[in-house]
């Protein structure tokens, strides 16, 4: 068991693959803006599969794989392959911008990974261009509806709130949930990478979107799941708030993090890192790895920086992998 030195029980992975990506979403990688995101020198998937036994031996249960972008990652399916095998791992999920999903669906339900998040921040065809920087709803919906006919289920939807861009179009958001099962998840835009300058002007929290939902009758459910969210009932679907900046999740945090290249993160917004690379190289890579966590495990932090300040300090979003 994986327990740190606040009593929480660390039983979620989430692994970046890649943190190249094909949308510039307006706060997180928007057109124009330098990088400075390592590339090359991802873990392969044998490194990854070697993280993820060591976790599963120590207690760690849920995966998700994330990015940047996941699908980018040639031949995903092979990774979420040996990821499934792992008897310990019960939940083995995918974050994605949805574009390339429609067409991968199938062969990532069929190598066994369990359920998808995507990321939608509009209704509306044309503000999601613009959000995204060049994304189509049209694909976001088709990886929908593929990932339903596959069984990848429940599907939750990502919604970041960002005043100015999306912010009325809570009930549209809470009607889908209602109607078509759908499970969405309302986040609070958290002042990192490019959100950071912006943040004041563009910051929506979670309090003002209940109220502005109120009168669709939400019914409070608390927090079931793995993750931070507090979640409501409407008609076939829930819809749920992750206030991270009004209301941080840490005292219930339950997670690592590791980069694509191999940096493993106990606090998503602190910039403490373990570079994993020398124990996966060692003569005995899953114990060595299995030491690793046990070590960002002791460090993490009882709280994340203190988000309502803006900061720049630690890697962006899409390096560490939302
Ligand atoms: N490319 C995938 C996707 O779009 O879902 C996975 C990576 S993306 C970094 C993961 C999640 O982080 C997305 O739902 C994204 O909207 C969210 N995210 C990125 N920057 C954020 C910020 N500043 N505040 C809150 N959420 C953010």
Redesign the pocket.
């Known amino acids: 068991m994986l327990i740190d030195r606040y009593g929480r029980t660390i039983n979620y992975l989430r692994i970046?693959v890649t943190n190249q990506?094909n949308?510039h979403?307006l706060?997180?990688r928007p057109r124009g803006r330098a990088y400075a995101l390592p590339t090359g020198d991802e873990l392969t998937f044998e490194e990854i599969g070697t993280v993820a036994r060591a976790a599963a031996s120590l207690g760690v249960e849920h995966i998700r794989l994330?990015?940047?972008?996941?699908l980018l990652r040639e031949d995903l399916p092979e990774l979420v392959r040996k990821l499934a095998d792992i008897p310990e791992i019960t939940d083995l999920a995918l974050?994605?911008?949805?574009q390339l999903l429609a067409e991968q669906a199938p062969d990532l339900a069929a190598a066994g990974l369990h359920r998808v998040?995507?990321?939608m921040?509009s209704l509306d065809a044309e503000r999601y261009h613009v959000m995204t920087g060049g994304g189509s709803l049209e694909r976001v919906w088709a990886g929908i509806e593929a990932s339903r006919h596959v069984g990848l289920e429940p599907i939750k939807l990502?919604v970041?709130m960002v005043r100015g861009y999306n912010h009325d179009e809570l009930p549209g958001f809470v009607r889908i949930a209602r109607d078509q099962a759908l499970h969405v998840r309302f986040?609070?835009?958290?002042?990192?990478?490019?959100?950071a300058a912006q943040a004041k002007a563009l910051f929506y929290p979670a309090a003002e979107a209940l109220r502005q939902i109120e009168d669709l009758h939400p019914a409070h459910e608390g927090r079931p799941g793995p993750g931070p969210a507090q979640v409501y009932r409407v008609g076939r679907g829930t819809i749920g708030f992750i206030a991270?900046v009004t209301n941080p999740p840490c005292p219930a945090c339950n997670r690592l993090r590791i980069t694509s290249q191999g940096k493993l993160r106990p606090c998503l917004t602190t910039d403490l890192e373990i570079d994993l690379k020398p124990a996966l190289a060692g003569p005995e890579p899953e114990a060595a790895v299995g030491e690793a966590l046990r070590a960002a495990v002791a460090v993490k932090p009882e709280q994340g920086l203190h988000l309502t300040q803006a900061s720049q300090a630690f890697t962006e979003?899409?390096q560490?992998?939302?």
């Open positions: 970046s990506c949308l979403c706060y997180c994330t990015g940047g972008e996941p974050t994605t911008n949805g998040n995507i990321s921040d990502n970041v986040i609070e835009l958290m002042p990192v990478g490019p959100a991270s979003m899409c560490v992998g939302g």
